[in-house]
């Protein structure tokens, strides 16, 4: 067995072939042949030297009685822990099969074991030794203001002076500062905010023009662009450059609010559907199946107690469940122009009503701006008559400013948030209406919010997708004449 594991190795005279070649000299030597000869590259992760190591012992396990012996190079070259080693000394004492290291040669006796062990200890101190090492320089680099990655968008990692620093991309930068601005200052979505980039032609990479949503939520929470670094979940101050200013920075955060973007979620699962038999919750798997074509990934859904003894044993693929789904919005497309204008009324006037809530909130937040500015004026009438001194004044002056600062950032969320309801009900509806060319294409984050608007309590009966319509949209499965409508009423 040959093994390099890092390039200083190789730079020093242990690359693989210099291994290949002394244990080819050492069979030719003594009259012997190599059957099979194990190569791990320093490239190699640590998966693939295990499973390397793995196949060797089998190997050995398995075709004991035909072999001499395992050759290696150096004891370290056999294995790089303890663990490792005594497996190779439970195939020389059980199977037979003796431990030949070709430029360390021991006796086959107490004492050359001994010798190979006090070896093989060595090396696996200085495993875990450079392990811990590198631990240590990677948190001092951190503590010292560095990135021990690649830098994120919008910054580049160049080599000044044999040291890796951060520069700003002369590209991307500009983009990361613009999608923060349109984001914290022109009443945009992370939907409008792509549509907006699109049309500016602002482009991601050169490789893929559109900006993602995922990329888009990622780089708006990442705090790297305030200049700081991460580590282990703890953020450090930075030694690179800043892209975003710290006021551009907490006006992003209070308007992106609790909004949680999640690529990796099944459309159906995550608690959207219960069981129809037992009540539990729905969930997804995803399988993969070698096909004429390649590897195709498909989706199924079913009950979490699915293997509970007694439960029926059914799974639905994401295809079918799609099927009934826009089996579903055919039912709701209207094709007459005044009942679909009469709807869009209906809906326009309970969107108002839902904000209710919304409203209130935005009211509380006036009143307390209103009590803010009164005791701004009370603190200045104070000072006029000189019953605060300066000190007390300017500090109370500058609490004021940042509870009013707060307040009205608190204040365009909540304007944003009612604007986002609104806007986002509207084209719910509008894309009802056009669903079937485009529901294949949404993702995850666009399906579920259609679902969880237009319907409630999905339950999944056999294969069956049932569900209860949210008013009024239940108006229109029912088949509502024109008729029965009464102004904005149903």
């Not at 888009?216 to 200049?227: E, V």
């Not at 107690?305 to 009934?324: F, I, M, S, W």
Request: aromatic share 10%; charged share 30%.
């Amino acid at each position: 067995m040959a093994r390099v594991s890092s390039r200083e190795q190789e730079r020093e005279g242990f690359s693989l072939a210099v291994q290949e070649e002394a244990l080819r000299h050492y069979v030719q030597k003594v009259g012997g042949e190599i059957v099979r000869m194990f190569r791990i590259a320093e490239t190699a992760s640590k998966t693939d030297e295990r499973k390397a190591f793995r196949e060797l012992v089998a190997y050995a396990k398995k075709h004991a009685f035909e072999l001499d012996g395992l050759l290696f190079y150096k004891v370290d070259r056999a294995a790089r822990n303890l663990f490792d080693y005594v497996e190779l000394e439970r195939l020389e004492s059980e199977y037979g099969v003796p431990f030949i290291s070709v430029s360390q040669p021991t006796d086959d006796n107490p004492a050359g074991r001994m010798m190979r062990r006090t070896l093989a200890n060595m090396a696996s101190f200085y495993t875990e030794q450079q392990s811990v090492d590198v631990r240590e320089g990677l948190a001092r680099r951190v503590q010292e203001g560095w990135f021990i990655s690649k830098a994120p968008y919008g910054y580049l990692n160049v080599r000044q002076e044999g040291r890796s620093i951060v520069e700003i991309c002369p590209d991307a930068g500009p983009k990361v500062r613009r999608v923060f601005h349109l984001f914290a200052y022109e009443n945009l979505t992370l939907d409008s905010l792509i549509e907006r980039l699109e049309r500016e032609g602002i482009t991601y990479r050169p490789n893929c023009a559109k900006f993602a949503r995922s990329s888009l939520h990622s780089m708006l929470h990442d705090r790297s662009y305030i200049g700081e670094v991460q580590h282990h979940g703890q953020w450090y101050p930075g030694k690179h450059e800043p892209l975003v200013d710290h006021a551009t920075w907490s006006r992003v955060q209070e308007l992106i609010g609790g909004h949680f973007y999640r690529s990796h979620e099944l459309t159906y699962g995550g608690e959207l559907i219960k069981c129809g038999h037992c009540g539990y919750p729905i969930t997804g798997e995803r399988k993969f199946k070698q096909s004429s074509t390649g590897e195709r990934a498909y989706t199924y859904y079913r009950c979490a107690k699915y293997n509970r003894p007694g439960h029926p044993r059914t799974r639905v693929r994401e295809e079918a469940l799609d099927q009934q789904v826009l089996a579903l919005f055919d039912k709701i497309r209207i094709q007459d122009d005044s009942v679909r204008d009469w709807f869009r009324a209906v809906l326009a006037s309970q969107t108002r009503d839902q904000q209710h809530e919304t409203r209130s909130q935005r009211e509380e937040l006036q009143r307390q701006v209103t009590m803010a500015l009164g005791q701004q004026e009370r603190v200045v009438n104070l000072r006029v008559d000189g019953e605060i001194d300066a000190e007390t004044f300017a500090r109370k002056q500058v609490e004021l400013r940042d509870r009013l600062a707060a307040l009205k950032l608190q204040m365009d969320a909540v304007d944003r948030s009612n604007d986002e309801m609104a806007d986002l009900v509207s084209k719910v509806f509008e894309l009802s209406q056009t669903l079937r060319e485009k529901w294949l294409t949404a993702d995850y984050h666009c399906k579920r919010r259609i679902l969880e608007i237009i319907c409630l309590n999905f339950r999944l009966d056999d294969v069956t997708l049932c569900y209860e319509m949210r008013k009024p949209f239940d108006v229109l499965v029912e088949g509502l004449p024109v008729q029965w409508s009464r102004g904005d009423r149903i």
